[in-house]
């Protein structure tokens, strides 16, 4: 084999195992955001009126939060999620 032709089966090995790995971390992220989202729809499901839900999800997020690494506070995800609503809260 020439020169070149080594040169292009390393870059095409190297690509397709580096984007292996990245479908296996996004794979894994998926699985994990999932697990989360499956939590805070259990927090939220015990509660019976808005002040609650907003404790349940001030719970969920505080035991989740720093994990998920959002980039939002609480609060912000909070007011965000309602911003289109037209309801009193």
């Not at 020439?2 to 870059?11: A, G, H, P």
């Not at 794979?27 to 939590?39: C, G, Q, T, Y």
């Amino acid at each position: 084999m020439s020169s070149d032709e080594n040169y292009l089966l390393v870059k095409t090995a190297l690509l397709s195992h580096v984007r292996e790995l990245f479908e296996e971390i996004e794979s894994e992220l998926a699985r994990f955001h999932e697990e989360k989202f499956a939590m805070l729809e259990d927090a939220l499901e015990g509660a019976s009126d808005i002040e609650e839900l907003q404790v349940a999800f001030s719970q969920w997020f505080n035991d989740q939060g720093e994990d998920l690494d959002l980039g939002y506070e609480l609060e912000e995800i909070w007011n965000n999620a309602l911003d289109d609503l037209d309801v009193d809260v």
